[in-house]
């Protein structure tokens, strides 16, 4: 238990860290690639996601997608990698090699698609390398370049206001 609580403020100091240091680098460059971070205990049209890639004219293989769960077991669904709070050593860092290599890829487009406030979710939205940060509306507006404020659940309006956005800041490819 002390460890836990250890580990939830080594993160909340990290996670200060970065969001403190954190330069914004806008660039006009088109969306190529898309990263996209969901709690798993709150999204459960996941098919629905999968198919931004199509919406943004981006390759299927150029989309990964990662899932947290606040479960201690290893989930099993079609998203790329699913993490958890065991995936965090007691001084907050990362301890699941595929997860610090989401973190460690340059995305044209992170989408961080969760609305609760959870500590290690914000952690890799922060800590990501991407170019570009979007996500639904979340407390903490230091985290991404673009907050679009809708249902979690209503995926489509979401979509449909994120395709409508990039085109206006000229970022999706034709």
Do not use: H
Request: with cysteine.
């Amino acid at each position: 238990m002390i460890l836990k609580g250890f580990k939830e403020k080594s993160i909340k100091k990290q996670l200060s860290s970065i969001l403190k240091n954190r330069q914004l680098k806008f660039s006009d460059k088109k969306i190529e690639s898309v990263g996209i971070i969901l709690s798993a205990d709150e999204v459960n049209d996941f098919e629905s996601l999968k198919t931004l890639s199509t919406r943004l004219n981006v390759l299927p293989n150029k989309l990964k997608i990662i899932a947290y769960t606040s479960s201690k077991k290893e989930m099993t669904y079609s998203w790329d990698v699913c993490f958890n709070p065991n995936d965090f050593t007691w001084n907050g860092r990362v301890k699941n090699a595929e997860l610090q290599t989401f973190i460690n890829t340059e995305f044209d487009l992170l989408i961080s698609y969760y609305s609760t406030d959870v500590t290690t979710l914000k952690y890799i939205t922060a800590a990501s390398k991407s170019v570009f940060k979007t996500s639904i509306f979340q407390k903490d507006k230091r985290l991404n370049d673009l907050i679009i404020n809708t249902d979690l659940q209503n995926v489509e309006a979401f979509k449909n206001e994120l395709y409508k956005y990039l085109t206006v800041l000229n970022k999706i490819k034709e």
